[in-house]
């Protein structure tokens, strides 16, 4: 069956990635949208609606399925609670919407709903690694807490209307396209150091272990699991799901250093230092998935070859004079 879908955020490097994603798998078709306006609550909402309306018409018209992808947000560990608070009450917002939508065309059981939360957030301080679906969430950040109320925002809508949800807990996303103005992407900024004066800057332990997936694999995995929720919709109804979105080969900070020298040629330009938002990061963020482990028996991108595709997306920008 085909299935339209809608990629909010689709700017982004995970957003991007699962656009193009889209574009070239059967039996998908990617909804034409404009960015949503964020500084005015008021036309977000109108947007969002008009949006959903066109998706869920466009689907019903063709006896198709619809997915609305939240890729979206601009949230990471530093970012201020007011800041935090905004940002979920408009995903709040936007579910909302598409759940009048649903409502209103009767479409809520052909659809479905992913969220991207953080694998890393809400296992913070989790212990007993490799964290799985099963094991407790312990974020250590408000960030990481941010992310369990999306999450508990996300069943709570999905509770009234009827729409099945996934909440995808995505590892350390990398790859070609990251903003570099972000304070996020450890692999992104160890690339550009490598082509600037200015050294990348790591405030935790070299031992820290964490959990790479390059952003076209996560792109990939994101529709396969979206897939898989609309079929086990069509069969059992209204469903939940959490799922981990890793590649299952966490690496420490010293083995990333390691592939930067090696594909640099050069020693890492970089700098260690002293944060006192490294409290705020786990040491061991190993992570794995127990859910629809078949969907995780693929073939990834290595990590030298996404580290190598990210290097050189680097220096093409910087050619660019971007």
Same mark, same amino acid.
């Given at each position: 069956?085909?299935? $339209?879908?809608?990629?909010?955020?689709?700017?982004?490097? /995970?957003?991007?990635?699962?656009?193009?994603?889209?574009?070239?798998?059967?039996?998908?078709? @990617?909804?034409?949208?404009?960015? %949503?306006?964020?500084?005015?609550?008021?036309?977000?909402?109108?947007?969002?609606?008009?949006?959903?309306?066109?998706?869920?018409?466009?689907?019903?018209?063709?006896?198709?399925?619809?997915?609305? %992808?939240?890729?979206?947000?601009?949230?990471?560990?530093?970012?201020?609670?007011?800041?935090?608070?905004?940002? @979920?009450?408009? @995903?709040?917002?936007?579910?909302?919407?598409?759940? !009048?939508?649903?409502?209103?065309?009767?479409?809520? +059981?052909?659809?479905?709903?992913?969220?991207?939360?953080?694998?890393? +957030?809400? $296992? &913070? &301080?989790?212990? !007993?690694?490799?964290?799985?679906?099963?094991?407790?969430?312990?974020?250590?950040? &408000?960030?990481?807490?941010?992310?369990?109320?999306?999450?508990?925002?996300?069943?709570? =809508?999905?509770?009234?209307?009827?729409?099945?949800?996934?909440?995808?807990?995505?590892?350390? @996303? $990398?790859?070609?396209?990251?903003?570099?103005?972000? #304070?996020?992407?450890?692999?992104? !900024?160890?690339?550009?150091?490598?082509?600037?004066?200015?050294?990348?800057?790591?405030?935790?332990?070299?031992?820290? #272990?964490?959990?790479?997936? =390059?952003?076209?694999?996560?792109?990939?995995?994101? %529709?396969?699991?979206?897939?898989?929720? /609309?079929?086990?919709?069509?069969?059992?109804?209204?469903?939940?799901?959490?799922?981990?979105?890793?590649?299952?080969?966490?690496?420490?900070?010293?083995? %990333?250093?390691? !592939?930067?020298?090696?594909?640099?040629?050069?020693?890492?330009?970089? #700098?260690?230092?002293?944060?006192?938002?490294?409290?705020?990061?786990?040491?061991?963020?190993?992570?794995?998935?127990?859910?629809?482990?078949?969907?995780?028996?693929?073939?990834?991108?290595?990590?030298?070859?996404?580290?190598?595709?990210? #290097?050189?997306?680097?220096?093409?920008?910087?050619?660019?004079?971007?």
């Amino acid at each position: 069956m085909t299935t $339209y879908a809608w990629v909010i955020g689709a700017r982004g490097l /995970l957003g991007s990635a699962t656009s193009a994603a889209i574009a070239r798998r059967t039996g998908w078709v @990617l909804l034409p949208a404009d960015p %949503l306006p964020w500084s005015d609550d008021t036309a977000l909402v109108e947007a969002v609606s008009a949006t959903a309306d066109r998706l869920l018409r466009a689907a019903a018209t063709d006896s198709a399925n619809w997915a609305v %992808l939240w890729l979206a947000g601009n949230a990471v560990t530093s970012t201020p609670p007011a800041a935090i608070e905004r940002e @979920l009450h408009q @995903l709040r917002l936007v579910l909302d919407a598409v759940g !009048h939508a649903a409502g209103s065309l009767g479409t809520a +059981g052909s659809g479905a709903v992913f969220y991207a939360s953080s694998a890393g +957030g809400v $296992y &913070g &301080g989790s212990v !007993h690694p490799p964290f799985d679906e099963q094991s407790t969430p312990v974020p250590i950040s &408000g960030y990481g807490r941010f992310k369990l109320d999306a999450e508990a925002s996300l069943v709570a =809508f999905s509770r009234s209307s009827g729409v099945s949800v996934l909440a995808g807990r995505i590892a350390n @996303l $990398y790859g070609p396209g990251q903003k570099l103005g972000k #304070m996020q992407g450890l692999i992104s !900024h160890l690339a550009k150091a490598q082509f600037s004066p200015k050294p990348a800057s790591i405030f935790v332990p070299l031992e820290t #272990m964490r959990d790479y997936i =390059f952003v076209r694999d996560c792109a990939e995995l994101v %529709l396969d699991c979206v897939a898989r929720l /609309l079929t086990v919709t069509a069969a059992e109804g209204r469903t939940e799901v959490v799922k981990n979105l890793a590649s299952g080969q966490a690496v420490t900070i010293s083995n %990333l250093l390691g !592939h930067i020298r090696t594909l640099a040629k050069s020693q890492p330009n970089v #700098m260690l230092g002293y944060s006192a938002e490294a409290s705020m990061q786990g040491l061991d963020l190993r992570i794995t998935s127990t859910v629809w482990p078949d969907l995780d028996r693929r073939q990834l991108t290595s990590l030298p070859a996404g580290i190598k595709a990210t #290097m050189d997306d680097v220096l093409t920008h910087i050619q660019s004079g971007g």
